[in-house]
């Protein structure tokens, strides 16, 4: 899974699954031991075992196998959670609960465009389901359509006022729309909302507020509420991940080298690799650095081909640390073909900009701006391509606001912008 941020997206459709998935038994001493997802899948299997010929309980599995990739963020339970869908249509072609999982499916390969198809087709067939708008909603917003994804899921809170699916999505949106207070009040109705007894939900919604209250500069909010998500659910590699950029600004950077040793442990995907790689090179263990780097870009070249890769990462592995501009661009390129959502938008204007073409890289940086998001790395980004073009009062403009937000991202932009105000001193 990519980790961008846009990682956040397939995670907004954890409420989705309470609405499939089959109710869990918490009477025995086995469940008491087994995560919710895990639970679902044992319900489901006994489901089937009953009714081998009904196609319910194939759908269940293959929800409660989704459900245990997004816990994981292992790929291998999506490709199972396929072969449950395929026996459901053997049993009951296009039965609806078992299209609104391919839709699923789709989105959780990051095949957003096929979503996009599938679930506009499904809208037709069912048009007041509000999970199906919930799934307009994540694949436009992944697309970069955020008109549509947004009407998408005003239609949920419409048709059903207070879903927990439509809060979690409009509580993304608000973020992307600079609305950080908006989101966070959003994702603390969730949280409220949310039984105890899904604990790696409530761990989820905690990750997602502490994000929050990290791109906005308040980092012991967002440690708290990152070390609550870790106490409810040990090892999520969600939170391990959010927790250790909070240690990145609190210049702890060893103890972020564990956090992201621990994560790729866990889910060694080639995003995570490229996180604990930068980890250690601000750590000063640059030998170490270097070797993941180096395993990195061996890694991670293999999953370009797939909608589910690690492009971002690749691209700016390629312009700020191996120097290959040329490859950079030809990524970013790919990426830019398939989608056009602020963080792909971020990604090819910096790999234009390293290329030196600045004009076209201001461009894409502020399409991606305008839609509001307030990220200090992206604002740095605009700084340092308006500087290029010599454009000093909107490189002042967009570094002071990178670096008022205290995030990551915001260090490098207070050095530019000091550097920056010394030249315009000394040129007076």
């Known amino acids: 899974m990519n980790s961008a941020i846009a990682k956040k997206l397939l995670t907004l459709i954890l409420m989705t699954l309470a609405t499939l998935v089959v109710a869990q038994d918490d009477n025995t001493s086995a469940n008491a031991v087994l995560t919710p997802a895990e639970r679902s899948i044992a319900e489901a299997r006994r489901a089937i075992e009953k009714k081998p010929t009904q196609y319910a309980g194939y759908n269940l599995l293959a ?31 296009q039965n609806l609960d078992g299209e609104k999982i391919r839709v699923w499916l789709l989105l959780g390969r990051h095949e957003f465009a096929a979503a996009r198809e599938a679930a506009t087709a499904l809208n037709k067939r069912v048009p007041d389901d509000v999970l199906v708008y919930g799934f307009l909603t994540d694949a436009n917003a992944e697309l970069g359509n955020y008109d549509e994804a947004e009407k998408a899921a005003q239609w949920m809170l419409d048709l059903r ?72 659910f040990p090892g999520y590699h969600y939170a391990l991940g959010n927790l250790a950029k909070a240690r990145i600004s609190q ?19 080639a995003e995570n690799l490229y996180d604990l790689a930068e980890a250690l090179e601000l750590a000063g263990r640059r030998d170490e650095a270097n070797k993941a780097f180096a395993e990195f870009e061996t890694k991670s070249p293999w999953e370009s081909v797939r909608a589910d890769n690690s492009n971002r990462e690749l691209i700016f592995y390629y312009a700020d640390h191996a120097h290959q501009p040329a490859k950079a661009l030809d990524i ?52 340092e391509i308006a500087l290029q073009l010599g454009d ?37």
């Open 251 to 269: 210049s702890r950077y060893d103890e972020a080298v564990t956090l992201l040793q621990q994560r790729y442990q866990a889910t060694p995907h």
């Open 161 to 232: 006022p207070g879903n927990l699916p439509g809060i979690t999505r409009a509580a993304y949106l608000r973020e992307l729309f600079g609305d950080v207070d908006g989101a966070l009040e959003l994702m603390g109705m969730a949280y409220q909302s949310t039984p105890p007894t899904e604990v790696e939900d409530r761990a989820w919604i905690l990750t997602q507020m502490g994000h929050l209250q990290l791109a906005s500069g308040k980092t012991a909010a967002a440690e708290s509420m990152l070390q609550e998500a870790l106490a409810k």
């Open 63 to 93: 929800m409660a196998l989704s459900r245990r990739a997004r816990e994981t963020s292992d790929v291998n339970f999506y490709a199972q959670a396929e072969d449950a869908l395929k026996k459901s249509f053997e049993l009951a072609p």
């Open 392 to 428: 000093r009062e909107a490189a002042q403009r967009h570094l002071q606001e990178s670096a008022s937000l205290n995030a990551p991202g915001s260090d490098r932009a207070r050095v530019i912008l000091a550097s920056l105000t010394q030249v315009i001193q000394n040129g007076r």
């Open 332 to 383: 970013a390129r790919q990426e830019f073909a398939r989608r056009h959502d602020v963080y792909t938008l971020d990604a090819y204007a910096w790999a234009l900009h390293v290329n030196g073409q600045n004009a076209e890289a201001r461009k894409q940086i502020e399409a991606a701006l305008s839609v509001g998001i307030r990220d200090a790395k992206m604002l740095r980004h605009a700084g």
